[in-house]
């Protein structure tokens, strides 16, 4: 097995190595260490490279291949998922309950133990989200908040982190209503990051990692033909 490359915390001119370094097993670890301040985790996210890893761990940075992506405009909605959407009672918001929706993704789950959005991870994406590029969307039952999802926007891609629910099919809903705004603002990406079969099911596919890099290299530095966070809570409404 290659050594993993180590990154110096506030050193970002030294960069991450390149992506094709990143290790098969386990697959995709890129590099170790560094810092999660905005400049290191936007730098990560235009390249491919994501950070994830549990408490007590150092920092570790991800490009695993093949990269599980959604194209908007491929959004597969299912009948039963449709009919969930007609009947929804479920508000869809963008935006008005940030740090709520990733304290809940946070939260243990019956299936795992522990989280990997360690208080350093938290911290790092609210600053993200102070500075314009982190966001959420919002599912809620009367004032109780259902489910939701969050994620970094680069130019024309959304980079989903992760998503929670606490009522059936409400983070699908708030999925689907995320992926219809973002291809309506000419998004021409969306980064699932790792394959599971939930996303697949609304039309996630594999990309080659070069191929993912190529086309970030192109859209994150192209703006959207809108902003899809501006007006979203009224125009997401059921």
């Known amino acids: 097995m290659s050594p993993v490359y180590w990154l110096a915390a506030r050193r970002l001119a030294a960069g991450f190595p390149p992506i094709e ?21 936007l730098e990560a996210y235009r390249r491919g490279i994501f950070p994830w890893f549990g408490p007590g761990q150092p920092i570790l940075w991800w490009s695993p291949n093949p990269r599980t992506v ?5 959004l597969h909605v299912s009948r039963s998922l449709r009919r969930a959407l007609a009947q929804t009672p479920f508000r869809i918001t963008f935006d008005t309950a940030f740090a709520r929706v990733l304290a809940a993704c946070a939260a243990p789950r019956r299936d795992q133990d522990g989280t990997w959005l360690t208080t ?30 969050y994620g970094l926007c680069i130019g024309r891609v959304f ?49 080659p990692r070069a191929d993912f890099a190529a086309t ?23």
Do not use: N
């Open 70 to 74: 959604l194209v908007p405009s491929e």
């Open 120 to 149: 350093e991870m938290q911290a790092a994406f609210r600053r993200l989200h102070a500075a314009g590029y982190a966001h959420s969307v919002e599912a809620w039952q009367g004032s109780e908040l259902a489910g939701g999802l």
């Open 216 to 238: 970030l290299a192109v859209c994150c530095s192209i703006p959207p033909l809108s902003d899809p966070w501006i007006g979203a809570c009224e125009q997401a409404r059921i």
């Open 159 to 207: 980079f989903g982190e992760s998503m929670f629910t606490r009522y059936t099919d409400a983070s699908k809903i708030a999925f689907v209503h995320l992926i219809r705004a973002l291809d309506a603002a000419g998004f021409a990406l969306v980064d699932c990051q790792v394959h599971t079969r939930h996303l697949e099911s609304l039309g996630a596919r594999p990309l």
């Open 21 to 41: 370094q990143a290790l098969r097993e386990p697959d995709g670890l890129l590099a170790v260490g560094g810092d999660l301040e905005p400049a290191r985790i």
